[in-house]
């Protein structure tokens, strides 16, 4: 843990700075874009978008969440989409207008162009792109999800409300405070009448406090239902993990690596972001609250923590931690070599596709692409690897 933390706590020196882009293409919802690259970052990095809570500001939401230390750490580009008053009086994106949440038009477009801009510019990995967000942001997150799967590899819906929930402004408040009772097949059809033909789903964490009053605990719960419905899993977990902060983690479709669903429940948490400054994880404000690290976690589970150059801002774990700077492990023909999945993918037994590592030669799905999973690799014959579950 005092390894994780140390990491966590010493991000690279940078000179990068948070800058607004004027001009990102189509913007029928009339948003404000900054971005944030840190120095010398390669091509093909992950992106991740945010939204911001209501009454907050992207400047804020990058001085608190905790992502811009992760983006150094792991080597991530990030967008954060602002809204204008003009648009709505409290800053809040307007999840329950359904002009702002259907594919192609108002807010949803918007920030569909800030990923199209930032991808081609940047030189980014349109397959590694995801979305956070808080509260009416992290309302628009389950929209832009389901509006744009084919756009967004994953995201994490924050404080947030199921897709769906409302259609006008009064709408609004009812599923905010008490929620809306809903079956997880009625909530998944809400989903599925926005999904575009052919599109694959994409991997879903979600955050809430069970003492958020201001976006009542329901919600969490309903967005979890809903994403496993269209996920076609169980309704009960397939494992659970007590993490920092009184935080218990339920994986659905899957274990931590390769759950399609994460449910992140912070005990006695009210609404907010959950950070974790004494570990280098963003700062505490109204409505960052000091629990535990959001930001590491949900990147962990997307498969981007620990992906650029320097070393995974990962969560604290209660085990050892390993980094991608182990040396070379790599044996002739017949030996069994065991790494994480970083390194396995670095030295190359195994390869990247869309935040998965997958064995050379085999194709065998080692789990997610980064430090956290380790995994034993055996060449049976040159340069065809297969996982060996054992153990070397």
Known sequence: MAVAALVVAAPRASAAELAPVPSFG??????????YVPDGLSRGAPLVVLLHGCSQDAAAYHRHSGWAEQAE????????????????????????????VARGSGEARSVASMVEHAVAQRGLDAD???????????????????????????????????????????????????????????WGDRVRAKLPDGA???RVAVWHGTADHTVATANGQASVAQWGNVWGLSTSPDGTENLPGSTTAEYYGGGAADAAVAYFSVAGMGHGTPVDPSSGCGTA????????????????????????????????????????????????????????NH???????????????????????LGLWNTAVRTSLTETSAGHWELTPGGC
């Open 26 to 35: 189509p913007n029928p919802g009339n948003l404000s874009m900054y971005e």
């Open 73 to 100: 750490e792991s080597g991530l580009a990030l967008v954060y989409a602002e809204q204008k008053t003009a648009n709505n009086s409290s800053r809040c994106f307007n999840w329950f207008e359904p002009g702002d």
């Open 128 to 186: 590694r792109v995801h979305v956070s967000g808080l509260s009416a942001g992290g309302a628009m997150t389950g929209e832009l999800l389901a509006a744009y799967p084919d756009l967004f590899a994953g995201g994490s819906i924050v404080a947030g409300v199921p897709v769906g929930c409302a259609s006008g402004m009064l709408d609004a408040f009812t599923c905010m405070n008490p929620g809306k009772t809903q079956t997880p097949q009625e």
């Open 200 to 202: 694959g789903l994409p």
């Open 285 to 340: 404000g109204a409505h960052f609250l000091d629990t535990v690290c959001s930001t590491g976690y949900t990147a962990q589970f997307w498969g981007v923590a620990g992906t650029g150059d320097g070393e995974p801002a990962d969560p604290p774990d209660e085990g050892p931690t390993e980094g991608p700077t182990e040396g070379p492990t790599e044996g002739p023909s017949g030996e069994c070599v065991t790494a994480n």
């Open 343 to 365: 390194v396995h993918v670095i030295e190359g037994r195994a390869e990247h596709r869309l935040g998965h590592a997958y064995a050379l030669g085999s194709g065998d799905l």
